[in-house]
Each structure stands twice: as structure tokens, then as C-alpha cells.
């Protein structure tokens, strides 16, 4: 876990470890130049967020998606 004690969309900023929010994570490393991989729970895309799921990581620049299990709202990614 990378933000310990947290819920919903905070991270953490790497290499400096600076806590932050997702949104503002993925701007940060988008002016980086680097490339965002998300790596998904078992229950990624389930349920009323799954239109979300397969949206939001495009919109935040996410290159590619590694789902622990297959999900038919990821495969738009």
C-alpha cells in the first residue's frame, strides 16, 4: 500500500514519496514524461463505477492496465 491510513484518491508521488492525490499524481508524472501503468484489484470495474474504470485511467494518462481479474470495462483501455 502506498499511502497507508488513506481511502479513495490519495497516493503517493515516487521516487520523493510526497503523498498527494491521484489526480495530481498522474499530472505530476505526465509532466515527467512518465509513463503510468495501473495496477487493478480484483474488484476493479465492477459494479456502478465500472464505466469510470475503463474512462478515468485514459483521462489520467495511464498506459496500460494489469487487472487481477479479467473485467469487461477494461478492455477499452
Known amino acids: 500500500m502506498l499511502a497507508p491510513g488513506t481511502e ?3 497516493t503517493v508521488h515516487l ?3 510526497k ?3 491521484i489526480y ?3 499530472m505530476q508524472y505526465q509532466q515527467e514524461g512518465t509513463a503510468l501503468i495501473l495496477v ?3 474488484e476493479y470495474g465492477t459494479g456502478s463505477s465500472r464505466d ?3 474512462k478515468g485511467p485514459r483521462l489520467l ?3 496500460r492496465l494489469l487487472p487481477r481479474a479479467s473485467s ?3 478492455a477499452a483501455i
Do not use: L
Open 72 to 74: 469487461a470495462s477494461t
Open 40 to 42: 487493478a484489484g480484483k
Open 24 to 26: 495530481d499524481a498522474a
Open 15 to 17: 521516487p520523493d514519496r
Open 61 to 63: 494518462g495511464v498506459k
Open 8 to 10: 479513495g484518491g490519495v
Open 19 to 21: 503523498q498527494t492525490s
Open 52 to 54: 469510470w474504470a475503463a
